[in-house]
């Protein structure tokens, strides 16, 4: 198994290229079942959770082309296999994504619940009512959605939670449903958006998308579209963090500024100085950071997956930060971890306090999920001496080629077997 040898050693200095974003990547890829046509994508992240998506549209007859390995070809005229298996689901939760779009195009759809998730629970209900409501038929039996509806019809769909991959397969479910479709209390994230402009690139009538009503209108069918994915703002966010705790000046390429305001002004308040143009951040960060505090709330609000980044920075800064956790109830397990190299961070329910020292030191730890995986490296970064990163298969799963990126700006990190 890989692991992550670091060794500190001073500022981050020069240009990191941001990859596609994991997180809208994942669901466009999913949208391809829409569509007898071919879908390009340009863009897609060269990520261990896109090679699963992949395995799995191809296990259900998807012809999947990629010479290039962020751009793919995906065309869904053959696909016969109505069935996400567990073997694949077990391994990446968004693959529940396939289920609107199977059951909105061939009225048939077989998906195995997704289990259990190390940072806490993330239930479909919302997924599973929200399409009852469009007419599915739907039935839970030895560990499998079986979904059926002759053509799903338009309806008013209020969730009881925001969930980004809920209000994306009700998205997908309703682009073919008959009649006009509303989804009430929808996520308002970024990746949202993303796929939404995909759909309507494919045919889709949908308005709405970045607040918290989208409408859509139902149409026949969808076709052939070229989309290119959004730059990871949590990947940008991360590398921003790092910059942070290392110190030192970096432009990120690739990214926008305005799909991370509420970071950047977290950032910005702990003392960095940051411009940003079209397609780019630069951040210069010089002296040791000013504890901030933060709540984690759905976006725009602060992001659970940059939760973690920011309380590794913490750990290090001036005075004492006040960290809650609104969205997943066990996304504290990298606390323990940071701990081992000499953070003071005290737990209570969903809240740490985290009280800055003036340097960490180098130690063996275990990435948990992957965020945690992050603010271990960003930690290392910063300490002093070697830090040994294991169970790095989780940072692979969202972070493409983190030790090149960050050994381009200077940083001493290798991947060790």
């Known amino acids: 198994m890989d692991k992550l040898k670091i060794t500190g050693n001073g500022p981050l200095e020069g240009e990191i290229t941001i990859s596609g974003a994991k997180n809208a990547a994942l669901p466009i ?134 969930t980004v991959t809920g209000t994306e397969n009700l998205l997908m479910a309703a682009v073919l449903a008959e009649g006009t479709s509303t989804i009430e209390n929808a996520a308002r994230e970024p990746e949202v958006v993303d796929l939404a402009e995909c759909l309507i690139k494919m045919g889709a009538k949908i308005s709405g998308h970045g607040t918290d009503t989208i409408t859509v209108e139902g149409v026949e069918r969808l076709y052939g579209a070229e989309h290119r994915v959004m730059p990871d703002r ?78 590794a920075m913490n750990a290090l800064a001036s005075g004492t930060g006040i960290i809650s956790e609104t969205i997943f109830e066990n996304r504290f397990m990298h606390v323990s971890e940071l701990a081992r190299m000499g953070a003071d961070i005290r737990i209570d329910s969903h809240t740490a306090v985290v009280t800055g020292v003036e340097r960490l030191s180098g130690a063996n730890v275990m990435a948990t999920d992957l965020r945690a995986s992050a603010s271990l490296v960003i930690a290392a970064l910063a300490a002093e001496g070697d830090t040994i990163v294991d169970r790095i298969y989780h940072l692979d799963r969202g972070y493409e080629h983190i030790e090149q990126k960050l050994g381009g700006v200077g940083a001493l990190i290798e991947r060790i077997q």
């Open 29 to 162: 890829l999913c949208a391809s079942l829409l569509t007898a046509d071919t879908l390009r994508l340009t863009n897609v992240p060269q990520l261990k959770d896109v090679m699963t998506t992949q395995k799995l549209l191809q296990g259900m007859g998807m012809r999947v082309m990629t010479d290039n390995v962020h751009e793919f070809e995906l065309t869904g005229a053959s696909v016969d296999k109505l069935v996400a298996p567990y073997e694949l689901v077990k391994t990446m939760r968004a693959s529940i994504l396939v289920l609107g779009p199977m059951l909105a195009r061939f009225g048939e759809a077989k998906v195995s619940l997704p289990g259990g998730c190390a940072i806490g629970a993330r239930p479909v209900e919302q997924h599973i009512k929200g399409m009852q409501a469009m007419g599915a038929e739907i039935t839970i039996e030895h560990g499998y959605i079986h979904a059926r509806a002759k053509r799903l019809k338009g309806a008013r769909i209020v969730t009881d939670m925001v």
């Open 234 to 311: 949590i990947e940008t966010g991360t590398f921003l963090c790092a910059v942070m705790a290392a110190k030192g000046k970096v432009v990120l390429r690739n990214t926008r500024a305005n799909i991370l305001d509420s970071v950047l002004d977290k950032l910005r308040e702990a003392g960095a100085y940051i411009e940003a143009g079209d397609g780019w951040i630069a951040i210069e960060m010089r002296q040791r950071p000013k504890a901030v505090s933060l709540r984690t709330e759905p976006y725009p609000a602060f992001p659970t997956d940059m939760q973690a980044q920011f309380m």
